[in-house]
């Protein structure tokens, strides 16, 4: 039973280009949140998504970022026109059934470079 | 404002004592969450308890909850070197599951 993949596990950019993040959640999990973590900080939450569906994007930026995780496929969290303020950890984090009592598990990370 | 908030920033032991690390939040909550984090790895999981829970065991942890002073322990005791890593609270207080982390705790065991 694999676990929450993440791919590329390390991208780098340049200042002006698009970084596309990948996220494959746990096998029969259909609720993906992904979280951004700056050197030495905690991770802060960016977006919740169901199958087809953003449930709470509170903490998305409101420009240059977007996710989606369709119906087929992984979820993305794709950022428009990096900068290098984008530089972090990427983690996203997948559960069943959406109950907060229920434990999310997280995916080893993307690592963006933004040079 | 950062709804968790941990002590000691950093904490360096030595092998086989007892660690100890503290969080605080502000809002109520459906549940805290431990996890722990290797240097430059993902998050591993390591404790949950709920709201109406007071103390949580599960092997060499032991977590604490006082929501009058919202407010939890983590306790690793006969630490080892290979605990040695960011120790990160987080709190659940919406209905959608959304975690709130802390800034984390750096521990350091020597061998």
């Known amino acids: 039973n694999a676990g929450v993949m993440q791919n590329p596990r390390h991208l780098v950019r340049r200042r002006g280009q698009e970084a596309r993040l990948r996220c494959s959640p746990m096998?029969?999990?259909?609720?993906v949140y992904w979280y951004r973590q700056l050197p030495e900080e905690g991770l802060k939450f960016m977006v919740y998504l169901q199958k087809e569906n953003i449930i709470d994007e509170s903490g998305m930026p409101k420009e240059r970022f977007s996710a989606e995780f369709p119906k087929e496929g992984p979820s993305i969290l794709r950022i428009q026109q990096v900068v290098r303020g984008d530089s972090a950890a990427y983690f996203c984090?997948?559960?069943?059934?959406?109950?907060?009592?229920?434990?999310?598990?997280f995916g080893p990370g993307t690592r963006l470079t933004v040079l | 404002s950062q709804q968790g908030e941990e002590d000691p920033q950093a904490l360096s032991i030595q092998e086989g004592e007892n660690a100890t690390m503290n969080c605080s939040y502000k809002?109520?909550?459906?549940?805290l969450q431990w996890y722990r984090q290797n240097s430059g790895r993902g998050l591993v999981h390591l404790i949950l308890i709920r709201s109406n829970e007071r103390e949580k065991h599960s092997g060499r942890l032991r977590v604490t909850l006082d929501t009058s002073k919202k407010s939890s322990s983590l306790l690793i005791t006969a630490s080892r070197a290979a605990d040695t890593a960011s120790y990160f609270c987080a709190t659940d207080s919406s209905n959608t599951g959304k975690l709130i982390f802390g800034q984390g705790t750096t521990l350091q065991v020597k061998p």
């Open positions: 096998k029969g999990h259909s609720h």
């Open positions: 809002t109520s909550i459906n549940n």
């Open positions: 984090a997948s559960l069943d059934s959406g109950r907060s009592t229920d434990t999310q598990y």
